[in-house]
């Protein structure tokens, strides 16, 4: 499997002949005004769970962390109006991915400390 960045959240994946576009989607604000997560897909290709999630602002429920618990891939969108590097570091915790893979960071090395 071939994972290819195509620019803010989106992301191209390719395995064999076959390929999908991936895109996070955008935040959007609830009635309180806070940023809120818009997407959410659970992707299962070739015995591989992709988790792909729009901007995140704050914990995930927990019916929602049940869904999409332990994911063998995790596209997340990090800083530039999403979580932050350490906020980033606690959301994975929580999922566990295998691989996690940053998107729509200005600062990628932030993530590499």
């Known amino acids: 499997m071939v994972v290819t960045y195509l620019g803010g959240n989106c992301f191209r994946v390719q395995s064999g ?3 999908r576009i991936l895109d996070e989607g955008f935040p959007v604000r609830d009635e309180g005004g ?10 299962r290709w070739e015995e591989v769970r992709l988790v792909i999630l729009g901007p995140v602002s704050k ?3 927990p019916d929602l962390v049940e869904n999409l618990d332990e ?3 995790l596209f997340l ?6 979580l932050g590097p350490e906020a980033a570091a606690k959301f ?6 295998a691989v996690f893979i940053p998107s729509f960071s200005k600062a990628p090395t932030e993530f590499l400390k």
């Open 71 to 73: 994911p063998d891939v």
């Open 92 to 97: 994975l915790k929580q999922l566990e991915p």
């Open 59 to 61: 914990p995930l429920g």
């Open 34 to 43: 806070e940023k809120t997560i818009k997407t959410a897909y659970l992707v």
């Open 17 to 19: 002949s076959e390929e």
């Open 77 to 82: 969108s990090v800083g530039s109006g999403a």
